[in-house]
C-alpha cells in the first residue's frame, strides 16, 4: 500500500510538471491542431510516461526524458507566427530547467525547516513524500505568482491577489509541520493520505486564484471595449450633431444670401458686416482647426477644446510640428481621447487655475507627446505610475492608454510638478 500510494504522489507530481508545460506553451504560442482531445490525450500519456520513468529513480534518465519530451511537444503541437522552432524549443528547456530549480527549492527550504525545527520524520517514505508534495507546492506557487506573469504583461497585479499566494504558503507551510511533528504516532499510510490531499488542496485553490485572475482580466478588456466603444459613440455624435448644424445651415443658405444682398443694396453696410460677423460664428463650430495633416485628430482637439472651454478650462494646444499618420485612427482616438478626457476631468475640479496644455515633437523615429493639467492636490504615483488602486478609481482609461502606447512599443511616465499632473509619451513610429 505504501508504495502505491508513492506511486500516486509521483503521478501527482509528472500531472503537476506537465500541467505547468501546457499552461506555458498555451500562453506563449498557438496549438497546431483544433482538437481538443488530442492534448488532453498527450498530456496524460505524457504524465504515464515520465511517472513510469520515475520509478527507475535514476536522476539522469529522468531529467532526459523531460528534456525529450518537453522539446517534443512543443515542436509538434505548437506553433508561433514567426515559426522560429529552435526558439520555441529552447524556451521550453529553460522552463524545464526552471521547473528543477523551484522544486529543488522547495526540498531545501522544507528539509532546512524541519531540521531547525527538530521534527525530522524518521520513516525515509514519509520524508520523501513530505519533500515531493512541498516541492510541487513551491513550484506551483512561485510559478503562478512569479513566472507566469513575467510574459502576461495584460494581467493585472493586484496586493489582494500576492496575499493570497502567501497565505497559501503558509497554510502549506504549517500543514506539512504538523504532518511531521506527528509522524513517528500516525499510521504511515494516513499521513501519506493527508500529505497527498495537502497537494491537491493546493492545486485546486491555485487553479481557483488562476480562474479569478482571469475572469478579472476578461472583465476588465469588456470593460475596456466598452469605454471605447463609449468614446466612439461620443465622436459619432458630435458629427451628427455638427452635420444637423450644417445642413440647417445649407437649408437657409439662400435667404442669407439674399438678405446680406439686400443690406448691401440699401446701403446698409454695418448692418451687412454685422450679418456676416453671425454667419461666420455659425459656420465656425464646423470647420475643425488645422493642427495638423491628421483630420481624426484635428476634429479630436477640435471638439476637446470646445468642451474645455465650456468649464473654463485654458486649454493650450501646441502639436503643428507633428505627423500622427502612422498610428491607426482608433489609437488616436483612444490616446488623445483619454488622455483629454482624464486632463479635463481633473481641471474642472480646481476652483481657481483650470489649465491643460498639449505639446507634440518629433524626434526621428520617436514621437513625444505631453500633456500637462491642474490639480487640486497631488496625484499618487508610484515609479512614474498612477496608482488608481490608492486613487480609488478602476482605472480602466488608464489602461486603455497604456494599451494603446504598447502598440507602437513605447512608453508613460507620470510626475507632479508643483500643482500640475505631467504626463509625459514616448511612441515609435517604426514596426521593426
Known amino acids: 500500500m505504501t508504495a502505491a500510494i508513492l506511486l500516486f504522489c509521483s503521478f501527482i507530481s509528472c500531472v503537476i510538471i506537465v500541467g505547468i508545460l501546457f499552461q ?21 500519456v505524457s504524465a504515464c510516461l515520465l511517472t513510469f520513468v520515475n520509478m527507475y529513480m535514476n536522476p539522469f534518465l529522468n531529467g532526459g526524458a ?90 493585472i497585479r493586484t496586493t489582494t491577489q500576492y496575499i493570497l499566494y502567501i497565505v497559501l504558503f503558509a497554510y502549506s507551510v504549517a500543514n506539512i509541520l504538523a504532518i511531521a511533528v506527528i509522524s513517528d504516532r500516525e499510521e504511515p499510510l494516513i499521513l501519506m493520505f493527508n500529505i497527498c490531499c495537502t497537494l491537491l488542496a493546493n492545486m485546486y485553490l491555485l487553479h481557483f486564484i488562476r480562474f479569478y485572475d482571469e ?116 489609437d488616436i482616438t483612444t490616446l488623445f481621447g483619454n488622455l483629454i478626457d482624464n486632463a479635463i476631468i481633473a481641471s474642472s475640479k480646481c476652483a481657481d487655475k483650470r489649465y491643460i496644455g498639449l505639446n507634440a515633437n518629433a524626434y526621428k523615429d520617436m514621437l513625444s507627446i505631453r500633456i500637462q493639467n491642474s490639480v487640486c492636490e497631488p496625484v499618487p504615483i508610484d515609479n512614474g505610475k498612477i496608482d488608481y488602486i490608492a486613487m480609488k478609481s478602476n482605472g480602466i482609461g488608464l489602461l486603455n492608454i497604456q494599451h494603446c502606447i504598447d502598440n507602437y512599443f513605447g512608453s508613460i511616465t507620470y510626475k507632479n510638478i508643483s500643482d500640475l499632473l505631467v504626463c509625459d509619451i514616448l511612441l515609435n513610429k517604426r514596426d521593426d
Open 24 to 44: 506555458f506553451l498555451n500562453d506563449r504560442y498557438l496549438k497546431c491542431y483544433n482538437k481538443r482531445y488530442i492534448y488532453v490525450i498527450v498530456y496524460l
Open 215 to 330: 475572469r478579472k482580466y476578461y472583465k476588465l478588456q469588456v470593460e475596456m471595449m466598452k469605454q471605447q466603444q463609449r468614446i466612439q459613440y461620443e465622436g459619432y455624435e458630435i458629427q451628427k450633431e455638427q452635420y444637423a448644424m450644417a445642413v440647417s445651415i445649407l437649408h437657409d443658405v439662400d435667404k442669407h444670401i439674399k438678405m446680406m444682398e439686400t443690406l448691401y443694396q440699401e446701403d446698409l453696410k454695418k448692418e451687412a458686416i454685422e450679418y456676416v460677423g453671425k454667419i461666420n460664428e455659425m459656420l465656425r463650430p464646423l470647420i475643425p482647426l488645422e493642427y495638423t495633416n491628421n483630420p481624426t485628430l484635428n476634429c479630436l482637439l477640435s471638439e476637446k477644446l470646445r468642451s474645455a472651454k465650456k468649464l473654463g478650462i485654458d486649454f493650450q494646444i501646441d502639436v503643428a510640428s507633428i505627423d500622427v499618420n502612422f498610428m491607426e485612427p482608433i
Open 66 to 155: 523531460h528534456i525529450i519530451l518537453f522539446g517534443l511537444i512543443s515542436f509538434i503541437f505548437y506553433f508561433e507566427k514567426n515559426g522560429k522552432k529552435f526558439i520555441r524549443v529552447l524556451e521550453t528547456e529553460i522552463l524545464y530547467i526552471i521547473i528543477v530549480i523551484l522544486e529543488g527549492l522547495g526540498v531545501f527550504l522544507i528539509d532546512a525547516l524541519l531540521e531547525s525545527l527538530n521534527v525530522l520524520p524518521r520513516n525515509q517514505e514519509i520524508l520523501q513524500s513530505i519533500e515531493t508534495v512541498f516541492s510541487k507546492i513551491t513550484l506551483l506557487i512561485l510559478y503562478n505568482a512569479i513566472f507566469s506573469r513575467l510574459w502576461k504583461k495584460n494581467f
